[in-house]
Structures are given as C-alpha cells and as structure tokens.
C-alpha cells in the first residue's frame, strides 16, 4: 500500500485533485478552490484525507490550500431541513412549567 491508496482526493489513476497552483502553468489547478472547500465542509472523508495530504504537498500548493482554511471553513454546513427540524425539537422538549395546585390556570 502506498502513502496514498485509498485517500478521498486521488483518482483511481493516482491522479490528486488538490494539486495545482496558481501562477505556475505547468501546475494547473485541478479542481476550483471553492469545491475543495464544499467537499471540506460536506463530507468528513474528504476533510480527513485532505489533513493527510497537505504535507505532501509542494510548497506553493500548501500554501494556497492552508488559505483555504481561513474564516469557518471547517465548520459543516447544515442543510435547512436539519436546521429546522433541531429547532423544533428544542421547542419540543422545553416542558411546560406552571405554578399552583391546579397548574397555574387560576382556579382556585
């Protein structure tokens, strides 16, 4: 097994998707720094491979790569439906606190 059987960002060829800079044009960009990133936040393979990567790297590759981790780059994205099914849940779960014998309906 070689350093990178298996990893989420090298084709079947051997091909690696991360490789690529941006003035050298013999080292073209082999996929668009915004799909790096939804593929970072999205799937958690792809994010783990892509730590396992990046010092293998060239320099100037790393370099470009690593600016893509700044801001929230890392943190998941969640979809509308999940964002509003947990805060459903959290309307859900609360309970419902009342006060008196007859549950603060003002009877009495």
Not at 20 to 41: K, M, Q, T
Not at 44 to 66: I, K, N, T
Request: aromatic share 10%.
């Amino acid at each position: 097994m070689t350093c990178c059987d298996g990893e989420w960002w090298i084709a079947d060829t051997g091909e690696n998707y991360l490789k690529g800079d941006y003035v050298d044009c013999h080292n073209p960009l082999r996929l668009p720094d915004e799909w790096i990133v939804a593929f970072i936040r999205e799937i958690p393979e792809a994010r783990a491979s892509f730590f396992r990567l990046l010092g293998s790297m060239l320099p100037d590759e790393q370099v470009r790569l690593r600016g893509l981790l700044e801001g929230d780059t890392l943190t998941p994205l969640v979809d509308p439906k999940t964002h509003e099914d947990n805060f459903q849940h959290v309307m859900n779960v609360q309970g419902i606190h009342t006060v008196g014998p007859y549950g603060g309906t003002g009877f009495g």
